[in-house]
């Protein structure tokens, strides 16, 4: 016998909910980043070293900002509870948008710090390699896109908290051979280009399965009022639509930057190469630091002449 569809009745979609746990979450990360930079940074790093520049800040301050909107009141009650297409946005600004940024936000010497040398820092360069990143993440979502994880979460919060736990550690992994703060991990300009564009190819799968799907997939956003008249069909075609579309621009969009990057990067080293050496631009080590050619020239002058062989 066929089982019959439930419509579930909620109340105001609109109703504002507060959020304490979220609030006390990103009041928790600003004062750790604060007193990672004010207190420890000063003795973690060399004198004459940055401890955090500008720029880091600023995508700090807009990573937390970012989280806010995804995490609090209206787009996760409307997401948790009435529209998957909102579900699906706030899960694209979980894996696209908050990850990177707050890896460019980390100073290098903090990333070591909390990674260490030993056994965590092993598992993570080998599960930072592109495939392993690669096929971890993309898992994830598939996962978190089935049917009954969806439902299952959708009905128990603290199910649904800890699948954006692991939605964003995913996609924190996937996005170090990009953005990440520690260098040796990082790509090349060119194999970060094509390691994205294969992030932008493979959630077509899924999100095409739901486009195209017939019937309702979650029966928990089968519910009362519909918000903004859609209907969950339609609801379920636009997160399709949001995540093979939206996704698929913001990583080309980055592919794009990239690209012009590694043009102007190129130009920059074909000019240098005619160029004297205590004129050319200064060059950027490893951890970080800026290295110019007038140093190089003091220190070789510093240690003057190498001794000469003993004659034999």
Do not use: C
């Amino acid at each position: 016998m066929r089982a019959l569809a439930v419509t579930v009745v909620r109340d105001d979609p609109w109703s504002w909910q507060p959020h304490p746990e979220v609030w006390a979450l990103l009041a928790g990360l600003a004062l750790a980043y604060w007193w990672a930079v004010t207190r420890i940074g000063p003795r973690a790093t060399r004198p004459g070293e940055a401890v955090v520049t500008r720029r880091q800040v600023g995508w700090f301050v807009a990573a937390l900002f970012t989280l806010w909107v995804a995490a609090d009141w209206p787009v996760h009650d409307l997401g948790e509870q009435y529209l998957y297409g909102v579900h699906m946005g706030q899960h694209l600004l979980l894996t696209l948008i908050v990850p990177p940024m707050a890896l460019l936000a980390t100073p290098t010497w903090l990333a070591r710090m909390l990674v260490g040398d030993g056994r965590g820092y092993r598992v993570l360069r080998r599960l930072a390699r592109p495939v392993a990143a690669t096929i971890i993440f993309n898992g994830v979502v598939v996962f978190t896109h089935w049917p009954a994880v969806v439902n299952a979460s959708v009905a128990n919060g603290v199910l649904h908290y800890g699948v954006h736990v692991v939605v964003v550690a995913t996609a924190l992994l996937m996005w170090l051979p990009v953005a990440g703060p520690l260098p040796e991990l990082r790509l090349s300009l060119p194999s970060q280009m094509g390691y994205l564009f294969l992030q932008s190819i493979i959630p077509t799968v899924p999100a095409g399965w739901l486009t195209f799907a017939d019937g309702i997939v979650y029966r928990a956003y089968d519910v009362v009022p519909r918000v903004f008249g859609l209907s969950i069909a339609h609801d379920q075609q636009m997160a399709g639509m949001l995540m093979k579309i939206g996704g698929g621009f913001f990583l080309w969009t980055v592919i794009t930057v990239l690209f012009f990057r590694f043009a102007t990067s190129k130009e920059l080293d074909d000019r240098s190469s005619g160029v004297p050496l205590d004129r050319r631009a200064p060059v950027r080590t490893p951890d970080g630091d800026i290295l110019t050619w007038e140093q190089v020239e003091r220190e070789l002058q510093r240690a003057g002449p190498a001794p000469a062989e003993p004659e034999r």
